[in-house]
C-alpha cells in the first residue's frame, strides 16, 4: 500500500528525487515520470509510464501524488494544476515567479480549504538546522535576537544575473530565517560590494530580532552555508560540514563540495521521506503555499531596494487562516 | 515488487530496525515479526504477521528475508536455520559466542556455496568510517601504518562482566580495524588499567601495521567512538559527533549522546538500505560470516591474553575462497 | 640601559600593565607610579617613586616614557603634557572623549614633527588578528571585500549607558577594522534590537568593503570577539579561543572568560614589549593619535545614528603627512 | 638590578634563547656567551663578553647564571662545572647520554645540597600542557588512568639514528607524561611499525595509569604533538595548534609547522621568565637535575627493548630528599 509518485522533470533535481523515491524513501512507488527530453525519460523508466505532458500525468490515475521540478518558469502552472486535480505536490523552489503568481496559487489552495502543496525548501529538514531550531525552541539560548547567515557559492553559474542572486539563493535564507525565528521580517536593507557581489542583507522581524545575510555568488573557494542564532542566554550555529578531518601537506582541516548537492542530499532524503508520510497522513508538512509566497513576496521587494542605500519596508499582506 | 521481511526479535535494536524498515527503508514490507513477549509484538504488527516460533518466520512463505535481533546467544541457531532455507539474513552482532559455534556457520554457508548472512556491523556504513576508508583506499594518506581506535561508554550496563568488553564493545574495534586496514590481526597485547577498566589493546596485522585501541567502559562523560588512521603521508580522522554548536554558561561545544543509537543511527539506516537493496540484487555485501566469525575468534584470544602481560600471536585459520 | 617607565593609573589595566613591565618586558624598568589612591600606589612601589600628581610624574627627570593607563576622563590631558615634555607615551585607549579634544592632541603632535603617543588598541598585537592580516596582506585570501565582526561582552558593566556600546566597545572594532583592510570606513548604517541591545552596525570603506559588527553587551555566555575576513578568493577567520578541549559530562568544549582580561592578555604582554622597544629604536608602532582620533571620531558619528534607520555619511578630515 | 647570564652555545635553539633573553625576558641581561664558532659569537655580542672557552664563562665574575645549549655531548661537564661554581644554569634537554652520567650530576647537586640545575624541558611551560595538568589537577576529570601522547616530525634529521627516536624525541613525552601524571612508569611495551617508524611505546605507571605514546619522526606531513588526559570522570586534551582557520581551495582548515620552534616558541619564552624569576627568587622550578636524569634512564631501558616483543620491567633507583 505505497504512495504512487509522479515525477515531473528530470533535471539534476529532478533526478535526484526520483532516486530518494526509489532507493532511500519508505511507502513510495515511481508509477509516471515526464521529462522534455522524451529519450532522459524513457532511459529512467524502469517500468513508470512515461510522459510527454505534465498535466496529463498530473490527471492521471496511476498518479496518487506529484514532485515538481521542471523548470522555474513552469512551477506555477502546474502546482495550479495539482490543486485542480486535488492531488498533493512537492514543488520545487520558487513556488512562482512573481508576487501575483504566488498570491494566485495561495488564493486558489485557500479556496479548496486544504493543503496540498509542499514548497521543496529542503533545509527546514536540514539535520543542522533542526538541530538549530530545537535549540532556539527549547529555550537553550534564551530569546533569538540575531540571525547570521552566510550563502556562498563557489561560483555563479553562467545564466546568473544580478536580482538572481536574491531571487534564486537569498530565498533560501528568507524561509529559513522565517522558520528559524518564527517572525516574519518587516524591513530590509543592501549593501553591495564592488561589482553587486558579495551582497549583504540586513532584515528587521515583526519581533523586533535582526537577520544579517551575506550572499556571496563568486566566494570561488567552495559552496558554504552557515547559520549562527543568536539568543539572549547564548548562541548556536552550525558546526563545520565535515565527518572527518585529514592531516596532510603541512595541512589539517576538511574539504567543501563544489555545490549544494553533497551539503543537502540528506535534507532531501529527509523531506521526501516526511512528504510521503505526510501525504499518507493527511496531515501537511514541510513549507506551505503560504512560506513560497512569502519567500518571493520579500525577494522581489529586496531586488527592489539593491540599487538604494535607505532601508525598505517590506509588505506581506494577511496570512490566510489556512496557513496558521 | 517489494521484499518481504521478517524481523525477529524486538528489543531496543530490533524495534529500530522495524522502524528502519516501515519508515526510512525503500522496496521492502515487513511481512513478519516475532518476539519472546507475543504482547509486544502484537503491539507493533500494523498488519504484519506475528510468530511465537522464530523458526516457523523463517521457514513462512511470507518472508523472504530476516532481519535477526534476539538475544545474542540465539543468533547462531538462527543463522543457521535461514541458511537451512535458503533466505538471506541481516543478523545483529555478534554471529556467534564462541569460535566453533561461528565456524560451523561459516561452514554451512560455504557448503551451501553462496553468501546469505550479513552481520550487523553497522560501522562500515558509518559515513565517517565510510569517508576515512575512502580517503585511505584513494591514496590521500599514503600506506596506512598505525590505527588509533578509541570506545567509551558512559556506562557499562548491569549485566556486563569483565570479558565483555571485549566480546561485546571491542568485537566492533576488531572488525572495522579489518575493513579500514584491508589486513588481519596476528599479535594482540592488552594492558589494563586498575579496576580491568580501561583496557589499552595493540593488535599488529599481517600487513605489520599497528592498531591501538582504547576500550573505556565507563569513561562517564558520554558515548564516544572515535578513530584516526595514520598513513605514511598523512592521517585521517573522525570529525566532532556534531552538526551544531553552542555557547552558553562559559561554554562552547556540543552534547555526547549517552548511548550507540544516536551516534549510528544514520549507519543502521544505510545498513538497512544497503542490505535490502543487496538482497533485491543478489551481491552480498557488508560484513561477512567469515568477517563475525573472525571477530568472534580474535575477542575469544583477547580475552585469553587479559590476564597475561605478554603479546598473544592470534590464529585465524585459512579464509575460505567464498570470502575471497 | 634599560628604559626608565612611569605608570600613571594602577586600576585593573593599569596594574597589568605594570606587572607586564615588571615581569614580561625586556629593558624595562618601572621607576615612577602614580594613582588617585596613594596608599594602592605605595603598596605597589617596589623601589619606584610614587607621584600624587601625574604632571609631576611626566616631567620627572626619572621618567623616559609614560603608560596612561588612568581614568578615561584624563587621557587627553595627560597625552598633551607628554607631548609638551617631548616624551613618548602608550596612551590607553580612547585617546578623548571628542572629536575636538582628539583633533587637539594630532595637531599637537603633527607640530611637534614626530609621533609619541601609541594608542592602547591591543588588538593589533593579538596573534590571531596578526595572522589574519598577514594572510590577507600575502594575498591568500583575494582582495579582501567583507568583513564580519562579533563582540560579545558577558554583561555590561553597571556604570553603562546607551552609547558606550560604541564608544568603548565599538571604537575597538573600528580600529582592527582600519587596521585589517587598510581603508577607512566612509559610511554606517544601524540596526538595533529591541532595549538597544545588541547592536549590529554596517560600514563601507573608501575601497568599498563591508564591515559588518555585531556588538552585543549583554550575551550572558562570555567574552567572546570573534572576526571573519573575507576575500576573493577566501576567508580566514578566527580559530575558537582555546588551547585544550574538554569531555565531561556530555559536554565537549572549552570555556569562556568572564571578560576581556584572559582573552588579550598576550596581546598586552607583546604590545608592552613592542612599545618598550619602539620607543627604544625611536621608531613609532602600534596605534597613532591619528588612528585614535579616527576612532573617536567614527564612534562620535555612529552615536549621532544610534537613533535613526538612514545610512549616516561619516567624515574624517584628512590625514596629516605624519600618520602617512 | 636584574641578573647577569651567560649563554652557551649560538646554534638554533641558544640562538632562540639569546633572543627571548634580549627581546621578551624581564630582568636579565646577557652578560657573555660563547661558541665554538668565534665569528658566530661576535655577530651575535652586542656589548656582551665573548668567551671561547666556556669553562672561563661559567666561571667568570660577569655570570650569575648561565644557559646551555650547546651540543648535547657537552651538556653534563657543563652541568657539573655550573654545580662546581655553585651557579644556577637552565640546561638544554638531555642532561647527559647515559644513566651513568646523569646520576653523577644528581649526586653532585644532592652532595651541594640545593637545586641549580634546570632541564630545559618546556613542554612544563606550554600553555596547553599546563591547562591539561591544571585541569586534571583541580579533578576536573576524575583521577587520571590513561594518557595518549602522539609526536610527530615531519621528517627525521639525516643524522637520525634508530634509538634517538627514543633518546632525543621519546624523551620529551617520558618528562612531560611524568609531570602530567605526577608517577613514574614502571614498565614499557614496544611496538614498531615496518621500517622502525613510527613506533608505538606503551607504559605503566606506579599509579596503575596507561601511557600511549605514538612516536612518528617521519610522518611527513609536518610538526604536530598531541596529548589527551583520560579521567575516569572526563578527558582534556590539546586542541588544534591554531588561532586561525582559513577557507580556500575547497578546503577549510590550518597549516602545522615544520618543526617544533613554532609550536613551541610561546613555552621556550615562558620558561625562560619562569627561570629568570625562580633565580632571583632562589626557589627552584621546571624540570629538575632529577627529572633529567629519569628521562635518560627510561629512555635508555626503552631502546634496549626495541628489539623485544615484551614488556619491559623499568628500574629508575630512589628519589633523593632533595627533589620531593
Known sequence: MTLAVGVIGLGVMGAEHLRLLREETAGATVT???????????????????????????????????V?????????????????????ALCEKPLAATTAESLRIVEAEVALGRRLLQIGYMRRFDPAYVEMKHAADAGMIGDPVLLHNVHRNAAAPDWFTGPMAVT???????????WLLGADPVTATVHTAPGGDPLLI??????????STEVFMNARYGYHVHAQLVGRAGTVQMAQPAVTLTNGSLHHGHTYPENWVPRFRDAYRIQMNDWVRSVASG??????????????VVAEQVVSALQGAARVNLSLGARPDLYA
Open 283 to 296: 496531515k501537511a508538512a514541510g513549507a506551505s503555499a503560504w512560506d513560497g509566497y512569502v519567500a518571493t
Open 202 to 211: 540586513t532584515m528587521e522581524t515583526d519581533k523586533g530580532q535582526l537577520v
Open 68 to 88: 515538481i521540478a521542471s523548470p522555474d518558469a513552469t512551477h506555477a502552472g502546474l502546482a495550479l494544476a495539482c490543486l485542480a486535480q486535488g492531488k498533493p
Open 32 to 66: 509516471a515520470i515526464c521529462d522534455a527530453d522524451g529519450e532522459r525519460a524513457g532511459r529512467l523508466a524502469q517500468g513508470a509510464a512515461v510522459f510527454a505532458d505534465p498535466l496529463a500525468l498530473i490527471a492521471s490515475d496511476r498518479v496518487q501524488a506529484v
Open 168 to 178: 534564486n539563493s537569498f530565498v533560501h535564507e528568507i524561509d529559513i530565517s522565517r
